[in-house]
């Protein structure tokens, strides 16, 4: 069985419009309301899922360690509510997650069929600055990565939408609560690489993401202070992402190794 987990925080119109066809019978969805205002439980609950509703925000780590300890599936993929998951990627995903025993991941598309870069490479510093202010720079380029078609080996891949099974996700501790938003994606791939977990991304499973995150569009000072603290735990606790020669010669460099040049 898989179980898809959805955290929600005043997502209402998005649920509406990227999970209104989802393959109810493909899979149990759970959708862990983080404290919205906008009517979202009730969206999610009239779209087929079991809502677990939150009294307090307690950021996206965290909402989706609950929704997984109330999942029922072998399989647990964890899908934003600006979505849209298909039958046959689901199917596609789970045997993935299943032969490689591997972290598994869609090839994530624009709205307008372009594809979006949510494979990454490991985030050395520069490189998040390359990314965040000179995205044309050879220093992005070598940070963000899609996938045309199969199965290509990443570093992490955007927390948007990323298979695993649930014996994995017990190995590696789950989501690291201490995130509420930001880096907690690539520090769950990061943890399980260094325990021999690979992260994949799927170019043959191409899903819709509408990419309507708050923060993408206004970094207030809350989002700015959110990103840092986050920044600071991850890279204490994965300094090989600090330095590019510290991690040549272990696993990130051999993922490294099979990026684009």
């Known amino acids: ?81 600006d ?26 598309v624009n709205i307008d069929g372009t594809l979006q870069e949510n494979g990454r490479n490991a985030p050395y510093p520069l490189r998040k600055l390359a990314h965040m202010f000179a995205p044309t720079s050879r220093l992005n380029h070598h940070y963000v990565r899609h996938v045309e ?41 990061l943890r399980a690489l260094h325990l021999g977990v690979p992260t994949f991304v799927d170019g043959d499973v191409r899903w819709v993401h509408g990419w309507a995150r708050q923060t993408k569009t206004a970094r207030s000072l809350w989002v700015w202070k959110q990103e840092f603290r986050s920044a600071i735990r991850f890279y204490r606790r994965h300094p090989d992402c600090i330095v590019p020669r510290r991690s040549r010669s272990g696993s990130l460099g051999k993922v490294e190794g099979t990026a684009r040049p």
């Open 1 to 81: 069985m898989v179980s898809l987990v959805t955290v929600a925080h005043n997502s209402a119109s998005e649920l509406q419009h990227f999970w209104r066809d989802w393959p109810s019978d493909a899979a149990e969805w759970i959708v862990v309301d983080n404290a919205s205002t906008d009517g979202s439980a009730e969206v999610a609950r009239a779209l087929g899922a079991r809502v677990i509703r939150l009294d307090v925000n307690i950021g996206f780590s965290a909402a989706n360690n609950v929704g997984a300890a109330r999942a029922e599936g072998r399989i647990l993929g964890f899908l934003n509510p």
């Open 83 to 108: 979505l849209t998951p298909t039958r046959q990627g689901i199917d596609a995903l789970a045997g993935r997650v299943t032969t490689e025993n591997a972290f598994v991941a869609p090839q994530l």
């Open 149 to 189: 078609s199969g199965l290509e080996q990443v570093v992490w891949v955007m927390g948007a939408a990323l298979f695993m099974s649930r014996e994995v996700f017990e190995q590696v501790g789950g989501w690291d609560d201490q995130y509420f938003i930001y880096y907690e994606d690539s520090d769950i791939c």
